[in-house]
């Protein structure tokens, strides 16, 4: 579900809201998709708190591939996982926001071979995307590539943080759920937005 933040400056007459979407999805050729890790960011192209694509490194998403559990999950499916190994798969999942992963892996009271699987698949795919995407992290509302990433607590939920324009203090207030669902925003794999999905 959708939430709604408001922004305001404490020293210059700045305020948005700001709805931070359930997901967007990358499409690849074939036609499926994958989700977007999605960063709160200052952008001055749109001069305002926005979106923006977050782009894991290679070397990142190599060390979660190498985690036992994940890289022997069809040989030692009952491999179990240290508590670093399972923090840092939900660092991964977690923030910058790739929702519907991170519900998926959280959604079992003990991990083992189910949350093995998830990742193993999704950083199989993160690892062929990376290795090929050519452009920088873009902006999600305006396309630019130069934005400021902003401060989220360990619920990633927005926290006080310093005005890139002018120097005040942006203060994050009034989450509320919104209701509507709307459809996943489609983007291609270097970033550039497609359009609604009509799925």
Not at 32 to 53: D, I, M, N, R
Request: net charge positive.
């Amino acid at each position: 579900m959708p939430y709604r933040y408001r922004a305001n400056c404490t020293k210059c007459d700045y305020g948005s809201d700001l709805l931070w979407l359930p997901w967007a999805l990358y499409q690849r050729p074939s036609g499926h998709t994958f989700e977007v890790a999605q960063q709160l960011v200052w952008c001055p192209g749109c001069g305002k708190v926005t979106l923006a694509e977050y782009l894991n490194s290679s070397k990142t998403i190599e060390k979660l591939r190498a985690i036992p559990a994940i890289k022997n999950v069809y040989e030692q499916p009952e491999t179990e996982w240290s508590p670093a190994e399972i923090e840092a798969v939900l660092g991964y999942t977690r923030y910058p926001q790739i929702l519907h992963l991170h519900e998926n892996v959280t959604a079992y009271k003990a991990w083992g071979a189910r949350q093995a699987v998830m990742m193993r698949g999704a950083l199989e795919l993160h690892a062929q995307w990376r290795r090929t995407r050519k452009s920088l992290a873009h902006c999600l509302t305006c396309g630019s590539t130069r934005f400021t990433p902003l401060p989220v607590d360990d619920k990633s939920e927005p926290m006080d943080a310093k005005h890139p324009s002018c120097g005040g203090t942006l203060k994050f207030t009034n989450r509320t759920k919104v209701k509507r669902r709307p459809r996943p925003t489609i983007w291609t794999l270097e970033g550039k937005y497609v359009g609604e999905s009509t799925a």
